[in-house]
């Protein structure tokens, strides 16, 4: 080989290396772009799935106590009727107001047989230190309860035809005969 033909291969050869260190340097560059470019839209696709999940397994109603806080604003063309129905708050058990009438027809009729005289060790109507005790230990509810079911002597519901309120009556009436408080 000349001289000549030497140097044109040098020459050739750099030009072909300095040229394929542009295009690897190209490449380098154009991946860097496009992983960035698909690394966002994978996140975006996580981030889309992850949200689809979490509305997939979300609870399908939500129980809202009013008056609180985290109670969520109810917008009423939202709501299907009958579900809303099932999401009002129970309204407390309804009971008639204490009627002393009623219960002194009740103690008089049944109750007074044993109580107004002590019969069998029972607490005499009017006697607050017989009838203290009792209420202390066991509250009106008690009181009612052991009525209901009879205790010692006293038959169930203290052999009078009366329903349970009734019977509650009647005990709220000795408990208040007796001088004490009672709150129902
Ligand atoms: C046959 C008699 C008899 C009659 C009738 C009767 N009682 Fe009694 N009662 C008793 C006796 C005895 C006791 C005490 C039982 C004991 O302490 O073991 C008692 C206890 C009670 C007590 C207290 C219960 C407790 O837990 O300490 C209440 C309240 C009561 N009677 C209400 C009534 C009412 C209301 C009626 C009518 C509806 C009634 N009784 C009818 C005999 C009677």
Not at 105 to 119: E, K, L, R, S
Request: aromatic share 4%.
């Amino acid at each position: 080989m000349s001289k000549t033909q030497d140097q044109t291969f040098v020459n050739t050869f750099i030009g072909i290396i300095i040229l394929l260190a542009l295009i690897a340097l190209a490449l380098a560059g154009l991946s860097q772009y496009t992983g960035g470019t698909l690394g966002h839209v994978a996140e975006q696709r996580a981030e889309h799935e992850r949200e689809r999940v979490l509305q997939a397994i979300a609870p399908v109603g939500q129980v809202a106590i009013a008056g609180r806080d985290e109670a969520p604003d109810v917008v009423e063309d939202d709501v299907d009727p009958e579900v809303a129905e099932v999401e009002e708050p129970a309204e407390p058990e309804e009971r008639p107001a204490f009627d002393a009438e009623v219960a002194q027809q009740i103690n008089q009729a049944a109750c007074m047989a044993c109580h107004a005289t002590g019969v069998a060790g029972s607490p005499v109507t009017g006697e607050e230190g017989e009838w203290a005790p009792r209420f202390e230990e066991r509250g009106l509810d008690g009181l009612v309860n052991n009525v209901i079911s009879g205790m010692g002597a006293m038959p169930p519901r203290g052999g009078a035809d009366a329903d349970d309120t009734e019977l509650r009556w009647v005990v709220i009436w000795m408990l208040e005969e007796a001088g004490l408080a009672v709150d129902y």
